[in-house]
């Protein structure tokens, strides 16, 4: 199959952010309707074909620090002529742009769910291409740009991780209550509210044996595979007490919110990749 065309990818990264907008606006639409629509306009492109230039759209804005279409994983093995396209796209949609920026920073409450444990979902599975899980930073690198930090933004958002931590919190005390253990439900502290960023995790909890459950909650507003930050202090305590230690993901934070929890080291369940260096001057 011949490579992509600038007018082909042009009109797929298009559709893509006219999705993304519309999902940002919680306006219903149809991805394969859109996908249909969008074939007519290619030079016979399969449906695998089309999906998997979205999930390259998704990475590539992940990469930029912008979210993306939920139910699109990203896959970063793409044409550089995508990235260049997605870029100057996306300059040019300061509503969508604009949308984002003002939802980064919106402060938000704990939601009202009905049945809080129901909320539990498995983690999302890897789609990323083996040679980037050998060695992720010399790819990355070599592809490197200013990025837009709306998602570093959005987790620098207090308010959002205050509101995901309380809801965290209520999951653990209905798993612990539902199994017979009140009193350990009672005992579980706000870490982050009561001890501060320095224990390196947010919430103190219990197995039902009665054994620590140490967790972290990193909460967003997108999807599951949305990238998050985590300071050296959250990965060194999450190497040290391995057995004890939890990340709890709580994503599409809202009326319906999700979580998925990643027990155990992150290094061992995550792609790391560094964010920034510090420097002195030799």
Known sequence: MAAWSREEVEA?????????????????????EHRRRLQRLLHDRSDSAIERKH??????????????????????????LLREVVIDRLAGRPDLVGLVSREVERPAEVPSVPDVLSSLVSPPTRVT?????????????????????????EARNRALG???????????QERLARAGQERLASKIEHVA?????????????FETTGEDRLIEVKTTRYGAETPFYLSPNELAVSEDRSAQYQLYRVFRF??????????????QSCRLLPSQYVATVS
């Open 129 to 153: 291409p083996r040679s980037l899980r050998e060695n992720p930073w010399k790819r990355t690198r070599a592809r490197a740009a200013p990025t837009l930090d709306y998602l570093e933004r």
């Open 55 to 80: 999930m390259n759209i998704s990475a590539i804005l992940h990469e930029l620090g912008f979210p993306s279409i939920d139910g699109y994983k990203p896959y970063r093995n793409y044409q550089g």
């Open 162 to 172: 205050e509101a995901g931590e309380l809801f965290a919190i209520r999951f653990e």
């Open 12 to 32: 797929t990264v298009a559709d893509y952010l006219d999705m993304l907008h519309a999902e940002r606006r919680a306006e219903a639409y149809s991805k394969t």
């Open 193 to 205: 509210r009561t001890r501060g960023p320095s224990d390196g995790f947010d919430v103190l909890s």
């Open 254 to 267: 809202g009326p319906e919110p999700k979580l998925f929890q990643l027990p155990g080291a992150v290094s």
